[in-house]
């Protein structure tokens, strides 16, 4: 998958904002996110949606602490409609399931950890993003799922913007 593509792709769709607002020190969203098959051997983006406006896509993320510290929990629900067989693939205890962080530092202030649904996979991820130092950080990471059979699937993430003050 081309990383121009998936910036290209996240580009035109709107940005996820989270904000801190007033007094608020936390806040929490649900979210899905649509696997889709590769195409040609080629991985491709997976949409992320807001779980209460199936129609509300998004591209990029930003969190806004508003010069807080504070915390942001995003809780994703795997829609497994077009790839029925997958889950959140589980880190080996980093902090960092369903996702592969490739930037710098990525485990300082980003945790994820997979969790199991209905169904007793791993189909629901709760990612915590924490302002502990009031600098600004920017995440790149990958989607990571997994199949029964031990298949890897993944997705490019956009960008992630991270505003502390």
């Known amino acids: 998958m081309s990383s121009e593509t998936v910036a290209d792709k996240c580009a035109a769709l709107p940005v996820f904002t989270a904000e801190l607002a007033g007094d608020e020190t936390e806040r929490s969203y649900d979210l899905v996110l649509k696997p889709v098959n590769p195409v040609d051997g ?42 029925p067989d997958l889950q959140f693939a589980k880190s080996t205890g980093h902090g960092q399931d369903g996702i592969k962080g490739i930037t710098e530092n990525f485990r300082h202030e980003f945790k994820a950890k997979a ?51």
């Open 115 to 165: 969790k199991k649904g209905d169904d007793g996979n791993y189909t629901l991820l709760q990612i915590t993003v924490k302002n502990k130092d009031f600098e600004a950080d920017t995440y790149t990471f990958l989607w990571q799922c997994t199949t029964a059979d031990g298949v890897d699937f993944v997705s490019g993430d956009p960008q992630a913007q991270y505003e502390p003050q």
């Open 42 to 83: 080629v991985d491709q983006y997976w949409p992320l949606f807001n779980s209460s406006s199936e129609g509300e896509q998004f591209g990029n993320m930003l969190f806004k602490f508003n010069g807080k510290k504070g915390t942001f929990v995003l809780n994703l629900t795997l829609d497994l409609s077009e790839v």
